[in-house]
């Protein structure tokens, strides 16, 4: 059985010569955080699921540092633990992250309790910033509350001249109907902000597929982007991946649209196929063939360094200065960062890509 041993390690890089870049000498780089390793909390099924989906030993891989491999069918993966996310924040810290983007639930949530609260509770909180994603069911009254009180902490993140950050899960056209009053709520975030004393936030919309840059116009929002990309190839390399997913910023920026580059870390659903998720719809016959190869630690380096290199290049575009990783933990979909529970592969993802963070620099062409 491989098991973690919670010893919060500071300063991954340091200990490799190192050391953390500071985000005022490159673009803001962020992860999303998909909290559902919440084992069996009562309130919620969606962490016994997610670890029945990585239960077959081809998918023990996968195991976060947290984890235990209980036999060849059985996992057990439970981050709600308050020494596992100052483990967290140790490593992405240690390897020059700045920020983690949340998916917004409900306080009473137990996707809430599991991972924005213990972040919050953390006393290592300020080596991370963080962010918040609004879905449709949590941009109520209330939760319009929530992000104002959000904003004004000195651990929110902000961009472009001290604007909060938010990111918005849709709608997906100017008519989706769950999203029925979202031109009132962005409007009334705006208003809200404003009252409290803060700066206009900074909205990204995070559905950059056909209808995007209506729904930009329709609802004023400030840059386009995506919670994540995968473009329907049957067992395709990373590059693939790397290289349409860079494709995809400059068609947003050829909307005349402010741009906030998705990375992608990788796509590759095969565990939720074969054991599916309550929240998903049925799969398709031949969900099974659609997916992307891991990337190696140096090929989600270099996709990284080429989202900080278009930034650069075309800052008009990318005024917020700054991309979102997918993601810091979407394990089952074939998105993550953080480090695995075998030893063969540990950090080095983030070795990899703390080093481009840590060493960039404008390239050449980029201009002043």
Known sequence: MRKF??????????SSGGQ????????????????AWIGDTPGSGVGREVERSLGPKRWHTRLPFFAEERSDTEVRIRA???????QE??????AGLDYWAFVMYAPDDPLTKGGLDLYLHSSHRRDMKYALMVQPYTFAEADIARLVHAFAEDEYQKVAGGRPLVFLLGPRTVDDPQWPDAKARVANLRAEAARAGLKNPYIVHMWGWNDARRVIDWLGLDAMGAYSLNFEDRGAPYAALATKTEG???EWRATRRKVFPLVMSGWDRRPRVENPVSWEPPN??????????APTPPELAAHLRASLDWCARHS????AWGVVIYAWNEIDEGGWLVPSLWPGQGPSRLYAIGRVLREWS???????
């Not at 041993?5 to 340091?14: E, H, N, P, R, Y």
């Not at 709600?80 to 100052?86: I, L």
């Not at 398709?284 to 190869?293: G, H, T, V």
């Open 80 to 86: 709600n633990r308050q020494e596992v996310m100052d």
């Open 248 to 250: 995809k910023w400059e």
């Open 284 to 293: 398709p016959p031949d969900a099974i063939e659609y997916y992307y190869d």
């Open 5 to 14: 041993a919670a010893v919060v390690v500071l300063g991954l890089l340091t």
């Open 316 to 319: 008009d575009a990318a005024d």
């Open 89 to 94: 924040i140790a490593y992405a810290h240690g």
């Open 20 to 35: 953390a870049a500071s985000p005022r000498q490159r673009p803001i780089v962020g992860a999303i955080r998909w909290d």
């Open 362 to 368: 404008p390239p050449p062409d980029s201009g002043p």
